[in-house]
């Protein structure tokens, strides 16, 4: 993909659902792209096991796992076999998510990995030979090659789609970041003018990463200086903290936190954690404020 995005795990990213989301009114309604996770229970290294390698995709779209998803080649039996590089991987994610730490599917990274969370991967690889090291250096991160603004003022625009009613919770998330840094943000009228774009879709949408699927989650965000922000549409939105919806202004700030350059982080309380549950509201943690100051060195 030329354009390098992050997303909100419902996750978590990629392989997507291939549940056209346009059909649905609400996620409660939508089949979890995760259920092949209900079919591994149990299992550990050495098991050669259906839906293994569906586990091995899912953990090379987080970043966690080096595995050819997109060949048209068949399938071996070896994909099916949970080898050591599925337990180092799981061994990463249960530290990233300071779960215990078993190399196994157990119970408790089972319930993580179905939580609601951002399209976005927690891991980049800079190039597909390169293993990640287990030790990680610091909570936040960034985009490959700190991809990031060259100036200070960016207009936004939203899609004329947008219920009004979610714009000023979004609005205010811009100006909670423009509060930690030097950013000033202005609104235009016109998607085409603006360096932050910001829109609801449903289902597939033309950014190759339909809504529905396990690597969309409940958002996406394309690095600078792209400046795409897709929310899902078929998702329940809040912007008064209904307990059974998702917080548009905590969603926003996490996703306008990756069109700042900035990706995931381990900090729970920070706002770009990846996963988020209904009814929850953040603002800006240390940890964000850290990050997006490291990037920008202000």
């Given at each position: 993909?030329?354009?390098?995005?992050?997303?909100?795990i419902?996750?978590?990213?990629f392989?997507?659902?291939?549940?056209?989301?346009?059909?649905f009114?609400?996620?409660?309604?939508?089949?979890?792209?995760?259920?092949?996770?209900?079919?591994l229970?149990?299992?550990?290294?050495?098991?050669?096991?259906?839906?293994?390698?569906?586990?091995?995709?899912?953990?090379?779209?987080?970043?966690?796992?080096?595995?050819?998803?997109?060949?048209?080649?068949?399938?071996?039996?070896?994909?099916?076999?949970?080898?050591?590089?599925?337990?180092?991987?799981?061994?990463?994610?249960?530290?990233?998510?300071?779960?215990?730490?078993?190399?196994?599917?157990?119970?408790?990274t089972?319930?993580?990995?179905?939580?609601?969370?951002?399209?976005?991967?927690?891991?980049?690889?800079?190039?597909?030979?390169?293993?990640?090291?287990?030790?990680m250096?610091?909570?936040?991160?960034?985009?490959?090659?700190?991809?990031?603004?060259?100036?200070?003022?960016?207009?936004?625009?939203?899609?004329?789609?947008?219920?009004?009613?979610?714009?000023?919770?979004?609005?205010?998330?811009?100006s909670?970041?423009?509060?930690?840094?030097?950013?000033?943000?202005?609104?235009?009228?016109?998607?085409?003018?603006?360096?932050?774009?910001?829109?609801f879709?449903?289902?597939?949408?033309?950014d190759?990463?339909?809504?529905?699927?396990?690597?969309?989650?409940l958002?996406?965000?394309?690095?600078?200086?792209?400046?795409?922000?897709?929310?899902?549409a078929?998702?329940?939105?809040s912007?008064?903290?209904?307990?059974d919806?998702?917080d548009?202004?905590?969603?926003?700030?996490?996703?306008?936190?990756?069109?700042?350059?900035?990706?995931?982080?381990?900090?729970?309380k920070?706002?770009?954690?990846?996963?988020?549950?209904?009814?929850?509201?953040?603002?800006?943690h240390?940890?964000?404020?850290?990050?997006?100051?490291?990037?920008?060195?202000?």
């Amino acid at each position: 993909m030329a354009s390098q995005v992050f997303t909100y795990i419902l996750l978590f990213h990629f392989h997507l659902y291939i549940i056209h989301a346009h059909q649905f009114k609400s996620i409660h309604k939508i089949p979890s792209p995760l259920k092949f996770l209900n079919q591994l229970s149990g299992v550990q290294k050495g098991d050669n096991v259906k839906y293994v390698s569906d586990l091995k995709k899912y953990l090379s779209y987080l970043g966690y796992l080096i595995y050819n998803t997109n060949s048209n080649e068949q399938r071996s039996e070896k994909d099916n076999i949970f080898d050591s590089s599925v337990e180092l991987a799981l061994k990463k994610y249960q530290k990233f998510y300071n779960l215990n730490i078993t190399g196994t599917l157990d119970a408790n990274t089972m319930v993580k990995m179905q939580e609601p969370r951002c399209g976005m991967p927690d891991f980049y690889r800079p190039d597909k030979s390169a293993v990640f090291p287990f030790h990680m250096i610091s909570y936040y991160s960034f985009f490959p090659g700190h991809p990031k603004w060259r100036k200070k003022k960016l207009k936004y625009a939203f899609n004329r789609n947008m219920k009004e009613e979610l714009k000023p919770p979004l609005e205010h998330a811009l100006s909670e970041w423009a509060s930690a840094t030097p950013f000033r943000f202005s609104r235009v009228s016109n998607l085409s003018q603006a360096d932050i774009k910001i829109s609801f879709f449903r289902g597939y949408h033309g950014d190759g990463q339909p809504f529905g699927s396990k690597d969309a989650g409940l958002a996406h965000t394309f690095a600078p200086p792209d400046g795409r922000v897709h929310f899902d549409a078929a998702q329940k939105w809040s912007s008064k903290g209904e307990k059974d919806a998702y917080d548009v202004q905590t969603v926003g700030l996490h996703e306008l936190g990756h069109a700042l350059g900035l990706g995931h982080t381990r900090i729970l309380k920070a706002v770009m954690y990846p996963i988020v549950h209904e009814g929850e509201r953040k603002g800006l943690h240390e940890d964000d404020i850290n990050g997006i100051k490291a990037l920008y060195k202000f």
